[in-house]
């Protein structure tokens, strides 16, 4: 930029040269200029001449004057030359100054109040800042605002005005800073220094004062290195603001001027403390002995009002007696908390001797505190059976009232919502209770009533579960009140309280019996209901046959299955000597199922053998065979439809099968199926005697060739079974005569002809013989 400027200024004096007009031009010299006017000719010639020159040569012409002077165009690139070398060297000077960028950097990249918002700088941290920038401060302070470079002069002032607020940016945040936290940390110091030093400097007028004077003294002993630690940082923070001419308000620095004085009174204190401890321990002991020994005597005095005769007498009434042992419970818990401190301070005084005294006490013969201690372990021993002896005579007090308030509840309460599980757990828990006070307490007339009216409920208690079992019916009421000799209105005011009073609990064996054959009933009950419930909700699995319009049963293997367990059930159901009231029903389902048995396995071989011929009578050349069997088929075919029809609109699978006449219609079915089955066989037996071969094939085989009489093709399928490697039989249909069997073909694809006379001609058995004679005969040739 500073190169093109100067081209420019050398331009703007090219330009300045050109700006003068031609002399010759000039009209004021123009008489000067121009020829004589009595020369005509010459004149013409020459103002012509003159013209043609001016107008294809400018003037003043800059290119001529400087383009083409070669002086002129050396001056211009020197000068340029020249000034493009003290540009360099002002560029070599103002690397110097990029250390100050640097710093300007830095100090962009430290952000004070963020840093001290996460957390608060160490004293080191605050130093380092501050040290860091204010060296910064001071070398730009110390920056060459001028200096000549060559032809330049180059100024800094504005570069240093620039870089200047970024380190005093940072020392003015430190600067708000720092004596906010020293102020902050002095103060907090100098308050636990305060305190600590009033209460080690206040002497203690009793045991609890020195207890709390020695706990205070142990704790600043071992805090001790820590306000060291605190004194050192606060120490060093307000040298760092000194050091750095940090402003600090004057009643901040006085409070910082009493922060040394006041530590190393409380040094001092905590050691004139210590050394006054061991002399302290051995005057307070002694103190603490006598009031041991007070509070012993208090003791003495709980002791006896507890163990005293009146508190266990029959006649006492429960509430004012356990009025009585709360006021005891709260006298005896003050000298409780009395044995545990006192306890605790004769400890706290072992444990608070210096080795050296210990070590002389010893020497001397004198076991300091061991005396007390052991009085006070004694004491809490004593405090502790105290206690004890008071719990189980609060405990038999407070049972007896407890136990008074459940029976007057379960006599009042309805007794179809009393629970005999709740009952059961606080009886167990009683029974429990009196056991514990039999053996804690003395011999007394309270704890054997309480027991007697415990276990008296107790032994009563079957006749309470027998009662409130579910499984009673009216029957079971009434053999209930036969047993008391009284009749019961079980209405919502029956309550136990009514049947305590008929004196129920002496028929207990009687009423027990009567409960346990209602439960016996209700198992049978509820065994026979599940096979009831479960035959009423079960159909037949039913699916779609060939036939559009009927179903068959599918998968009958669960039913059978759950037919077999119900006829056990009913089995053990019939065998209970509990089976009275239900007996009827038990032997109608029973009879039922017994009946759906006997139905469902005619049903199914029904089904079978339906399905075997059904296939087959559909097929017209059997029907033209055997005319006789179907017809009979018919008449079955239509008495099964009309039975899957019904099962159909009403699957269930027992009012089916035990539905009027269609066990007798089954059996009949079954007889006529098995006569056809037989007249069947008799049948396949002569096509088989015809030709012996037809024994290789199986019924069905045998069945689908016959079916399919007049088609010679129908027996393809089934060559091989009858012809040893005769895999198919060339047949030819003729137009006007019976196909002709032409050849037969091996598993190889090997022919071998037929004679032409060979025809597949009326019944298959009487063509396929004449197919094996002919194959002999071909054989033989």
């Known amino acids: 930029e500073f190169e093109n400027g100067l081209l420019n200024v050398i331009y703007g004096f090219e330009l300045a040269a050109a700006s003068f007009k031609s002399l010759v031009r000039d009209k004021e010299l123009a008489v000067y200029t121009t020829p004589p006017g009595s020369d005509v000719v010459f004149a013409l010639s020459r103002d012509v001449e003159e013209e043609e020159k001016a107008q294809k040569v400018p003037w003043p012409d800059t290119e001529l004057l400087f383009g083409e002077d070669a002086d002129y165009q050396s001056d211009v690139s020197h000068t340029i030359q020249l000034v493009k070398d003290e540009a360099d060297s002002v560029l070599n000077y103002a690397k110097k100054f990029r250390r100050f960028c640097k710093m300007v950097d830095r100090s962009r990249g430290v952000n004070v109040d963020g840093s001290l918002k996460e957390r608060e700088w160490n004293t080191e941290e605050f130093y380092a800042v501050l040290n860091l920038h204010t060296e910064q401060v001071l070398e730009m302070n110390d920056m060459v605002l001028v200096k000549r470079v060559g032809l330049f002069s180059v100024e800094t002032d504005g570069f240093q005005q620039a870089s200047l607020p970024f380190p005093q940016q940072v020392l003015s945040a430190v600067g708000r800073h720092l004596p906010v936290i020293a102020a902050r940390r002095n103060d907090a110091l100098l308050t636990v220094i305060k305190h600590a030093s009033r209460k080690l400097d206040k002497t203690p007028e009793s045991v609890e004062d020195f207890v709390e004077h020695l706990v205070f003294l142990a704790r600043m002993a071992s805090d001790i290195t820590s306000l060291e630690r605190e004194y050192v940082i606060v120490t060093r923070l307000y040298s760092i603001a000194r050091n750095f001419d940090l402003p600090i308000p004057p009643e901040e620095l006085a409070l910082y001027q009493m922060l040394m004085p006041s530590f190393q009174h409380l040094k001092s204190t905590i050691l004139y403390c210590e050394a006054k401890r061991d002399e302290n321990i051995q005057r307070f002991t002694r103190e603490l002995e006598e009031l041991i020994s007070n509070v012993r005597r208090e003791l003495v005095v709980i002791k006896n009002k507890v163990r005293s005769p009146i508190l266990l007498e029959a006649d006492n009434i429960p509430q004012v007696t356990i009025e009585t042992l709360k006021f005891l419970s709260e006298e005896l818990e003050a000298i409780t908390t009395k044995a545990k401190s006192y306890a605790s301070y004769q400890e706290r005084f072992c444990n608070s001797m210096s080795a050296t005294f210990q070590k002389k006490a010893l020497v001397e ?123 019961l209105v079980r209405d919502k005011y029956f309550t136990l309280g009514n049947l305590l ?281």
């Open 365 to 487: 013969g004198k076991m300091v505190s061991s005396q007390g201690s052991a009085q006070a372990v004694s004491l809490q021993t004593e405090v502790t059976e105290v206690d004890k002896d008071l719990a189980l005579r609060r405990l038999l007090w407070e049972a007896t009232q407890e136990w008074q308030g459940l029976v007057e509840q379960w006599e009042a309460t309805p007794f179809d919502l009393l629970s005999t599980e709740n009952v059961q757990k606080d009886v167990t828990r009683f029974i429990q209770t009196v056991y514990l006070l039999e053996k804690g307490l003395p011999p007394n007339r309270v704890v054997p009533r309480l027991k007697q009216r415990v276990t008296s409920f107790k032994l009563g208690m079957p006749v309470i579960t027998s009662l409130r079992n579910p499984a009673l019916r009216t029957r079971h009421w009434e053999a209930v009140q036969d047993v008391i000799g009284t009749r």
């Open 501 to 781: 009073q008929l004196n129920v609990f002496q028929h207990k064996e009687k009423i027990s019996e009567i409960s346990s054959q209602a439960s016996n009933e209700a198992t049978l009950e509820l065994m026979l209901q599940k096979v009831m419930d479960f035959w009423n909700y079960t159909d037949f699995n039913l699916k779609a046959h060939s036939s559009r319009d009927i179903a068959v049963i599918a998968g009958a293997d669960d039913i059978i299955t759950a037919l077999e367990e119900s006829q056990v059930t009913l089995a053990n159901i019939r065998g209970s000597r509990f089976v009275t009231p239900i007996k009827a029903l038990v032997e109608e389902w029973d009879r039922k199922l017994h009946l759906f048995s006997r139905t469902l396995d005619e049903w199914l071989m029904c089904q079978r053998n339906w399905l075997y011929l059904e296939t087959i009578f559909t097929a017209a050349d059997i029907q033209r065979q055997l005319p006789n069997e179907a017809r009979l088929f018919a008449q079955v075919d239509k008495s099964w439809r009309d039975i899957m029809r019904r099962t159909i609109d009403k699957p269930n699978a027992v009012k089916a099968a035990t539905a009027a006449g269609v066990l007798e219609v089954l059996q009949a079915s079954n007889f006529h199926l098995e006569k056809i089955h037989r007249c069947l066989e008799d049948y396949l037996e002569t096509k088989r005697l015809v030709f012996s071969r037809f024994y290789f094939l199986s019924n069905e085989d045998l069945l689908d060739i016959l079916a399919n009489n007049k088609n010679p093709n129908a027996v393809q399928p089934h060559l091989r079974k009858c012809f040893d490697n005769i895999h198919q039989l060339e047949i030819v249909r003729q137009a006007h005569s019976p196909p002709q069997i032409q050849f037969m073909i091996s598993e190889e694809g090997e022919t071998v002809n037929l004679p032409k006379t060979l025809r597949a001609r009326g019944n298959v058995e009487s063509w396929l013989l004449n197919v094996e004679n002919a194959m002999y005969e071909t054989v033989k040739l």
